[in-house]
């Protein structure tokens, strides 16, 4: 709670305080991602058909928007419950509940009970050490040095979010917010420099795509907008100034996407500032949607806001367990059986796409309901101060 010198201004400013407008961000990233994994055309024909499959194989972005709202989530929630006690057992069960049980229900689901009952199709291929990976979470490791040998390559996102989870608490520890954001500054520019470093090796794409140090600017730049907003003054001064804020952090993403052909995924320019620049934009946008006041926001930060954004939100994480399976198990067989496997027309796709995003909606709702609201209503059991930002 703070003031301002020309009318009273209440900008969130803890973990304890629900933030709509970054559901929406979820929202965003999970609408960007499930269209991307959904695509079926392979050698686009005709100029509209390539601008839509451009357009979808940018969807990959969607999870670097992820891992920057993870980072600004967790660091806060960490900031702001520092002082309580039990802190890191309560952050650890708090975490477990939200990831775990819906993450082994689908790999329960796929990995024995459909195989046990003979409805595994032929096309999920079963690799031991592919599936150990996803057990473990060290997919992220494992896969860009097993190419062949994912059924669930989606999965390795999750690995890359549990290792900072695990490791980050005793990375923060006993840190002030300003030492933090150094610290989070610092390991941006390393993770930069490890990538420039692959590149300049010949490593494989898959492996500065996954490997988590590649990744680690995305969730420190997060980190770094979370230690910010716990600044009063730079939360005030972010709020009252919301196009110059917002026209930075577009500004960034904008700049990037010229460096880098429009963040197209193999080149190196992407792979290396491309990621770095996407983070630092999204970093400042996540930073202005939770600075601006409720009830005042603007423009785009009001969309995010919005019921249908949040709902979206809400369901996203069962979303992108779930549409991957839904794709293998269901949607391909179906696409097979009416002859609509090979050379799929544009407008087959493109409904395709729609249909797969609203059955994802679907189930995901309903196993929030079936299994992740059950768990989630047992953080009442431990410290209620990790509430988060809504989604965390």
């Known amino acids: 709670m703070i003031g301002s010198s020309t009318k009273a201004m209440t900008v969130p400013t803890t973990s304890t305080q629900h933030i709509p407008a970054l559901d929406g961000v979820r929202a965003v990233a999970i609408l960007l991602v499930v269209p991307h994994n959904l695509n ?26 992820f891992f920057v709202l993870s980072g600004f989530l967790i660091t806060g929630i960490l900031l702001d419950t520092r002082e309580t006690p039990k802190c890191l057992r309560s952050f650890f069960v708090h975490r477990a509940l939200r990831i775990l049980p819906m993450y082994y229900a689908l790999l329960l689901t796929v990995f024995v009970i459909l195989p046990a009952a003979n409805l595994l199709p032929s096309m999920v291929s079963r690799f031991p050490g592919a599936e150990l990976s996803y057990w473990l979470f060290f997919a992220n490791w494992y896969a860009p040095m097993h190419p062949s040998e994912g059924s669930m390559p989606h999965l390795w996102s999750l690995s890359v979010e549990e290792q900072f989870y ?41 492996a500065i795509y996954q490997f988590s140090i590649s990744r680690m600017d995305a969730l420190a730049l997060g980190g770094a907008a979370a230690a910010t907003m716990r600044s009063s003054m730079v939360a005030q001064q972010v709020a009252a100034r919301q196009g110059a804020v917002s026209g ?9 996407a010229a460096l880098t052909g429009g963040y197209a995924a193999a080149k190196p320019t992407t792979m290396s500032l491309g990621y770095t620049l996407l983070a630092l934009g999204f970093a400042v946008i996540i930073l202005l949607a939770a600075c601006a006041q409720s009830g005042q926001e603007r423009g785009w930060i009001r969309v995010l806001a919005m019921p249908w954004m949040r709902r979206i939100g809400k369901y996203s994480y069962s979303m992108y367990l779930l549409h991957v399976p839904l794709h293998l198990l269901v949607g391909l067989r179906l696409l097979q059986a009416l002859g609509l496997d090979h050379e799929t027309p544009l407008t087959v796709n493109l409904l395709y796409l729609l249909l797969g995003t609203a059955i994802s909606y679907i189930a995901a709702g309903a196993t929030y309901r079936l299994i992740e609201v059950r768990f989630l209503r047992l953080k009442n059991r431990f410290d209620s101060s990790q509430k988060g930002h809504g989604t965390a």
């Open 40 to 65: 079926l055309i392979v050698g686009p024909n005709g100029t509209v058909a390539h601008l839509v499959v451009a357009y979808l194989d940018r969807g990959w972005i969607g999870v670097q928007l």
């Open 166 to 206: 695990l490791i980050w608490p005793f990375v923060i520890s006993h840190r002030s917010a300003k030492q933090i954001r150094f610290l989070c500054v610092s390991l941006a520019a390393l993770s930069l420099c490890f990538r420039v470093w692959m590149l300049y090796f010949g490593a494989p794409t898959e």
């Open 248 to 256: 930075a952090g577009f500004g960034l993403l904008l700049v990037g």
